[in-house]
């Protein structure tokens, strides 16, 4: 169908993380053999916005712009790997983003600035909803491997490509670098104003 475009909102690592992440497919490639996500650049999925009229997506990508740059940079640490569960015959290996108070709010911030309402968890892809067969073989090495790094992201990335079309590449439309010196917390809610949490979030409904 033409006129329309997919959208991906996604947060770039630097260059040696990527290289590193690149390398650890390339091992999981030699584990199972080929796979579907072997070669996508390594990235943190933030909101994909697929199947997008472009004259009504690209100006709401853009008004983000200002609030986007009221976000601070923000320092992750990568500590090792786990994997999400997809039912029973599907798993996806991940690179863990380690979660702190300080992360937290960022993420808060950004997910209020794109209105996201799903529950989120920042990682890097390995392997994409491998089957179980092939993770049972991949997941013990990875297991064992204990990487911990610290990377900065300086801005957010929105990638585009046209809807539809199997083998269409990803291509940057727009970057939005993070300005701001400090992240601006909210004060919290009086304590007679706050309501029960409740409710499970599936990690499985995770978006690599």
Excluded: C
């Excluded at 991906?8 to 080929?34: C, F, W």
């Excluded at 601070?72 to 569960?85: A, H």
């Excluded at 997910?111 to 390995?126: E, F, G, Q, R, S």
């Amino acid at each position: 169908m033409k006129g329309y475009a997919d959208y991906m909102m996604v947060l770039s690592p630097p260059d040696n993380i990527s290289e590193q992440i690149a390398q650890y497919k390339t091992e999981a490639g030699e584990i199972i053999g080929a796979y579907e996500s072997q070669y996508s650049k390594a990235h943190i999925t933030i909101k994909p916005m697929p199947r997008r009229k472009p004259y009504m997506a690209e100006p709401e990508i853009r008004g983000l712009k200002n609030n986007l740059q009221l976000l601070p940079p923000v320092s992750l640490t990568i500590d090792g790997f786990d994997f999400f569960t997809h039912g029973d015959e599907y798993r996806t290996v991940y690179a863990k983003i380690r979660s702190t108070g300080q992360t937290n709010q960022w993420f808060k911030a950004l997910k209020k600035v794109l209105n996201i309402k799903d529950y989120l968890v920042p990682h890097i892809t390995i392997a994409r909803n491998i089957h179980v067969g092939a993770h049972n073989k991949l997941w013990p090495h990875f297991k064992k491997i204990n990487w911990v790094e610290d990377f900065e992201v300086v801005q957010l990335t929105v990638l585009h490509r046209q809807a539809f079309e199997t083998f269409a590449p990803w291509e940057v439309y727009l970057e939005i670098p993070f300005e701001a010196r400090h992240l601006m917390i909210e004060a919290p809610p009086k304590p007679s104003l706050i309501k029960p949490l409740g409710g499970n979030y599936s990690a499985s409904e995770q978006i690599s």
